[in-house]
T-cell receptor, first 111, second 115 residues
Framework: EAQVTQNPRYLITVTGKKLTVTCSQN?????MSWYRQDPGLGLRQIYY???????DKGDVPEGYKVSRKEKRNFPLILESPSPNQTSLYFC??????????FGPGTRLTVL | KQEVTQIPAALSVPEGENLVLNCSFT??????LQWFRQDPGKGLTSLLL?????REQTSGRLNASLDKSSGRSTLYIAASQPGDSATYLC??????????????FGKGTKLTVNP
């Protein structure tokens, strides 16, 4: 089944403890991206990647890192999480005709 | 800067009604427009994608239209059912000033279909 998967789905952590949210897609898509969704603010793009080893900042990149060492994976790294990074995170990949497919989401709480 | 607006923010209708959700965008320079459905606490499910050269797309009871010149898209849902209850998001695939591209989302319309 064609899909975007994320892990973990739920995570509660403490300020400053490094964490990684994994994202994987099995559709051979070149373009992948990360979003966060917050009440009243909607979905905002954090980072995107046009292809392997090519990443760029979205609208809200501060406090996040990404890497794209292989086409299928696009992990999101929070080196020192803070409470304002408590949010619902979505990974997405895109087809050649620009249709986006989203993962199931990761609900992160930073205490 | 591309902005996407969805009105109304919430809509409640009785089962069986036909309804229209509205989406407007400020910059007509878009690659395409995509409609999504999001159930509470869940991910986004792609419903329809309209390329900039198209005027509408249909899938089952759903029909989406696109009018680039007026900066508007609509999602028409026929014969609504309680299972259609969800938040509907539209997103414009925009071309930025720097020549890159990104998906700009509206804040969504929360639809409730009452049995």
């Amino acid at each position: 089944e064609a899909q975007v998967t994320q892990n973990p789905r739920y995570l509660i952590t403490v300020t400053g403890k490094k964490l990684t949210v994994t994202c994987s897609q099995n559709m051979n898509h070149e373009y992948m991206s990360w979003y966060r969704q917050d009440p009243g603010l909607g979905l905002r793009q954090i980072y995107y990647s046009m292809n392997v080893e090519v990443t760029d900042k979205g609208d809200v990149p501060e406090g996040y890192k990404v890497s794209r060492k292989e086409k299928r994976n696009f992990p999101l790294i929070l080196e020192s999480p803070s409470p304002n990074q408590t949010s619902l995170y979505f990974c997405a990949s895109r087809t050649a005709n620009n249709e986006q497919f989203f993962g199931p989401g990761t609900r992160l709480t930073v205490l | 800067k591309q902005e996407v607006t969805q009105i109304p923010a919430a809509l409640s209708v009785p089962e069986g009604e036909n309804l229209v959700l509205n989406c407007s965008f400020t910059d007509s320079a878009i690659y395409n427009l995509q409609w999504f459905r999001q159930d509470p606490g869940k991910g986004l499910t792609s419903l329809l994608l309209i390329q900039s050269s198209q005027r509408e797309q249909t899938s089952g009871r759903l029909n989406a239209s696109l009018d680039k010149s007026s900066g508007r898209s609509t999602l028409y849902i026929a014969a609504s059912q309680p299972g259609d209850s969800a938040t509907y998001l539209c997103a414009a695939h925009a071309i930025t000033q720097g020549g890159s591209e990104k998906l700009v989302f509206g804040k969504g319309t929360k639809l409730t279909v009452n049995p």
